[in-house]
Nanobody
């Protein structure tokens, strides 16, 4: 199971830090998996935001480069997404999964950025 947290309401230009923790059977393979954050704006399709390999290498979509930072803590079975300089277009449900997606999607955490 994957559980994301840390979302909320923030003004444009603000920051949030999201966390996603793995539990259950996922924990036994977490360290060997590339992981990613995804987001789904209301009424739109889910999109990839950022990836982190099992070795710690990262990639980002162009719209968040320089603003978002993905990281992982294998000991805690967690990944993080530090989001700075948030924009209204970042408003979405954020969730994590392996990359490519492999496990059942968790509930996600809602990030709302007001202008």
């Amino acid at each position: 199971q994957l559980q994301a947290s840390g979302g909320g309401l923030v003004q444009a230009g603000g920051s949030l830090r999201l966390s996603c923790v793995a539990s259950g059977s996922i924990t036994s393979v977490f360290n060997s998996k590339n992981m990613a954050w995804f987001r789904q704006p209301p009424g739109k399709e889910r999109e990839l935001v950022a990836t982190v390999t099992k070795g710690g290498d990262t990639t980002y979509i162009d719209s968040v480069k320089g603003r978002f930072t993905i990281s992982r803590d294998n000991a805690k079975k967690k990944i993080y997404l530090q989001m700075n300089s948030l924009k209204p277009e970042d408003t979405a449900y954020y969730s994590c999964n392996a990359f490519p997606p492999f496990w059942t999607w968790g509930q996600g955490t809602l990030v709302t950025v007001s202008s």
